[in-house]
């Protein structure tokens, strides 16, 4: 079973990567780009893992996706409990679709000069523009989710007494599931944009060594090309890991198991 779910989904994708891999290593070496600045793929995968057994990338991986994971809980909370107050007052449903009107467009890197203003040049800072950039996307794809549970569902719950908290987790949640995994597929996608963005604009954050973002800024700075792309192929790893053993392998064992489908 394994076998033919690699054979299904996993074997393109890893043949592509392969073809991506090789194209990359023969461009650098065909003389069209300064290898300076587009180093070959050998020499940024040595520096890669160089990082990997110092240490050094695996510090300031971990310290950003511990800043993304922080904003995703925070950003996740207040979009369960703005949709959960919409799905039973219009009113609520009117203010939240006007803030999502006002701030949705709004790129979370254009609030950093109030985020800085307000909360200084630190992890809160950074913390305020990734629940900003993660909010409002997850909101509309859970709010999404909401109306479209079937009435008989809500009606269900409300015969067996289910209210509140219970109700939301043992019926709406459920019932909207894909509409939510969406919405967080989303919302860390875009966590790891605003990280890496806020962190490369004001460095680390006072009192530690800071993240990729601020890794990235410091190689390009000093012109270390191969240890820039090394930080980028960081970022591509884990996105890889999260949605090949988190993400997939929770759509498998609901979404597709129980047939639903947006």
Do not use: C
């Not at 599931?177 to 996608?189: E, N, T």
């Amino acid at each position: 079973m394994k076998s033919l779910w690699f054979k299904k989904e996993m074997l393109p994708k890893f043949i592509f990567i392969v073809l991506l891999v090789l194209l990359w290593e023969l461009t650098a070496w065909s003389g069209i780009f300064d290898q300076a600045l587009f180093p070959p793929f050998s020499k940024v995968f040595k520096e890669f893992a160089k990082g990997v057994i110092s240490g050094v990338l695996v510090v300031k991986t971990v310290y950003s996706l511990l800043l993304i994971l922080k904003g995703l809980v925070l950003s996740l909370i207040i979009a369960l409990l703005i949709a959960f107050f919409a799905l039973s007052s219009r009113w609520v449903e009117d203010i939240a679709d006007a803030l999502n009107s006002i701030f949705h467009p709004l790129p979370g890197i254009a609030l950093l000069p109030v985020a800085i203003l307000w909360f200084g040049i630190g992890e809160t800072s950074i913390l305020v523009i990734v629940i900003h950039s993660v909010l409002w996307p997850m909101l509309v794809n859970i709010k999404t989710g909401f109306k479209s549970v079937p009435s008989v569902y809500i009606e269900l719950g409300q015969t067996f007494g289910l209210k509140g908290i219970k109700f939301l987790w043992e019926i709406i949640l459920p019932a909207s599931l894909p509409y939510f995994l969406s919405g967080l597929k989303i919302g860390w996608a875009r966590a790891w944009r605003a990280v890496i963005a806020a962190e490369m604009v004001f460095g680390a954050a006072s009192g530690t060594a800071g993240g990729l973002g601020w890794h990235i800024y410091m190689t390009r700075y000093y012109f270390d090309m191969a240890a820039t792309f090394a930080a980028l192929l960081a970022i591509v790893m884990v996105g890889i890991i999260v949605e090949v053993f988190v993400f997939n392998v929770v759509e498998r064992l609901t979404v597709r198991k129980w047939g639903m489908s947006i």
